[in-house]
């Protein structure tokens, strides 16, 4: 792998999760298309933060990054080496190079296992025999997550639901990785425990050099923590750019909604940002809507959304390296005005919202 390629390249990425229906004989009837053509690339290093609304796709990604979960079509390249659809032996070696922090402290832990044992198992499965052994290698490693070493033989359920994320966290680091999958790694925690594991994981991120596909759905978490931000709805990236060019230039209409739900503080003086509230459901990805899959919430659709899907690009005006998939992105200069519908067959799709944050971010 040359020095400018990419530590982890994704393309076309999908993935279709059958659907069984008939009796006696169980056939296939349809497809939830949970992630549907993803393209995205994480250099050594570096932090993407993966937002949207819950069922978008984000977890589901992450598992077929980590091949937890087979892909359907695409192409995940880590390294320059094509992994997806190698098998156990092929994936064998990059096993070690790319983990996994799951969402639910207390489920992603053996309640039968002692801290220790949960951190040396992926040693011992990988033959890796540290200097010095492996118990002083994981209490290295508590150490290093800001556990006390002395919690060795201790189990799961004497920690507290932040120090049992640590102790995930520590059993990440055991294979010294290179790429970290946090599938929303704080959302279960409590709000005072939630920026003491961002700010362990910001740490051991920029003391390692491991890079991190960082899945959440808070965004101010995510933008604390992350270099570039890719924006998902119904299985596909509608946005991907620099943190601060998004945050603060969207140029599609659903991440500017999920922006404008997130809470801010500001002078009494200073006009609050214009909170939009999007109109609907989010679309069942068994049926998802023709064209662009935003359409039927967004208050600029037109007959060209329902029949053309929007390519993932730059548009005019942006920023090298920000892409948007929209036929009629939002304008930077005129970005604070609230939008009239435009062209949509059923009407507005947008209403200003009095109190509620909206747009399920």
């Not at 390249?9 to 279709?16: A, E, I, P, R």
């Not at 609907?280 to 329902?306: E, I, L, M, Q, Y």
């Not at 029949?307 to 998939?325: D, I, K, M, N, Y």
Request: charge should be neutral; charged fraction near 25%.
């Amino acid at each position: 792998m040359s020095s400018t390629d990419p530590l982890l390249d994704v393309s076309g990425l999908t993935k279709h999760f059958p659907i069984k229906g008939g009796f006696p004989i169980r056939r296939t009837v349809g497809a939830v298309q949970a992630v549907d053509g993803l393209d995205f690339s994480v250099a050594e290093g570096e932090s993407l933060g993966l937002v949207g609304e819950s069922g978008c796709g984000k977890s589901t990604t992450g598992r077929l990054i980590t091949r937890l979960l087979e892909p359907t079509a695409g192409r995940i390249s880590y390294r320059g080496q094509d992994i997806t659809h190698a098998s156990r032996k092929e994936l064998a070696p990059v096993r070690s190079e790319i983990q996994m922090i799951f969402q639910d402290p207390y489920a992603s832990l053996n309640p039968r296992q002692t801290v220790g044992k949960i951190i040396t198992a992926p040693m011992e499965i990988n033959g890796i025999n540290p200097a010095g052994g492996h118990e002083a290698r994981v209490r290295e490693l508590l150490e290093t997550v800001g556990l006390n070493p002395e919690h060795y033989n201790r189990f799961p359920h004497e920690f507290s639901g932040g120090q049992r994320q640590r102790i995930g966290v520590a059993r990440a680091l055991a294979l010294e990785p290179k790429l970290i999958v946090a599938d929303e790694p704080v959302s279960a925690l409590d709000v005072s425990i939630q920026a003491q594991v961002v700010n362990l994981l910001q740490k051991l991120q920029k003391e390692l050099g491991i890079a991190f596909l960082f899945i959440a759905h808070d965004l101010a978490i995510v933008r604390h923590f992350s270099q570039r931000v890719a924006v998902m709805y119904l299985g596909r990236i509608v946005e991907i750019a620099d943190r601060e060019d998004l945050y603060g230039n969207p140029r599609h209409p659903y991440t500017r909604a999920l922006l404008s739900a997130v809470p801010e503080a500001s002078a009494d003086d200073t006009p609050a940002r214009e909170r939009i509230r999007l109109v609907g459901d989010v679309p069942s990805p068994v049926n998802p809507p023709s064209g662009c899959r935003f359409r039927t919430r967004c208050w600029k659709a037109t007959d060209k959304c329902a029949s053309e899907a929007p390519p993932l690009v730059r548009v005019e005006g942006s920023r090298e390296g920000h892409l948007t998939a929209c036929h009629y992105p939002e304008d930077p200069q005129s970005v604070a005005a609230v939008p009239k519908a435009r062209g949509a067959s059923s009407g507005p799709r947008l209403d200003k919202a009095a109190e509620d944050p909206g747009a399920g971010a």
